[in-house]
């Protein structure tokens, strides 16, 4: 079963949809395309998507209207709202109907993909008390611990903690790790910077039962260690 951040894709631009489709697919996202309104909706309310790409320029019924039925129907799916419209009117709009971000056209694909993985991780938060292997860690106090003995974790090395363990057994990227990173007035988030927090970090959960995997080419894993015969 593939792990990979299903999403929707609301858009009525054929050659847009496509290319988008394509780049997010190469980015590990499963796309589903709804070419208007009506196909968005139902899709909505019917799958279980991890996010939403929501053009408000959709015919038959308009982004903003598809959102604020979503909205009313309780569906809590992280929504990017991606459109022309660039007023504040706008903007403010989409926002109040129930958006969690707005990208207006045209736009950087980086950009996009930053944002989409900026709504995974503020939707898929590690619970506040999380018991795995020896490992237990409680994000309300801060405070980790290993067989019982606490763990000194930097700033940085928490962050990660914290991501690995909200996407336990999916893959984690460089770029997300970055992103999570960003704003904390630190040192760059750099390959070799990343690099040298997972070494840390996997030093420091040793005799927890879990490891930290790398995947080539894709980024870490945090997955229990096999039980030793």
């Known amino acids: 079963m593939s792990n990979a951040p299903t999403l929707l894709l609301a858009e009525d631009d054929a050659t847009l949809a496509d290319a988008l489709s394509a780049q997010l697919r190469r980015s590990g996202f499963e796309v589903e395309h709804a070419p208007n309104g009506a196909v968005a909706e139902y899709l909505l309310l019917k799958q279980p998507f991890d996010l939403a790409i929501l053009d408000l320029g959709l015919p038959m019924v308009d982004g903003l209207t598809v959102l604020q039925r979503a909205r009313a129907a309780r569906c809590t799916i992280p ?24 990208l207006t056209k045209p736009f950087d694909f980086p950009e996009l993909e930053a944002r989409l993985h900026a709504l995974l991780r503020r939707s898929r938060p590690a619970p506040a008390g999380t018991e795995l292997g020896r490992l237990s860690f409680d994000r309300d106090t801060r405070r980790a611990t290993v067989s019982g003995e606490a763990l000194e974790l930097s700033p940085r090395e928490w962050s990660l903690l914290e991501l690995l363990l909200s996407q336990r057994d999916r893959v984690v990227t460089k770029d997300q790790i970055a992103q999570a990173w960003a704003g904390d007035g630190g040192e760059g988030g750099g390959t070799s910077s ?19 995997r790398t995947v080539r080419g894709l980024g870490y894993l945090l997955e229990a260690e096999p039980a030793r015969p």
């Open 194 to 212: 990343i690099e040298v927090y997972i070494h840390r970090l996997r030093r420091k959960l040793e005799n927890s039962g879990l490891a930290i």
């Open 79 to 102: 929504v990017l709202v991606l459109t022309a419209l660039d007023s504040l009117d706008d903007r403010v709009a989409g926002l109040n109907a129930g958006a969690d971000d707005y």
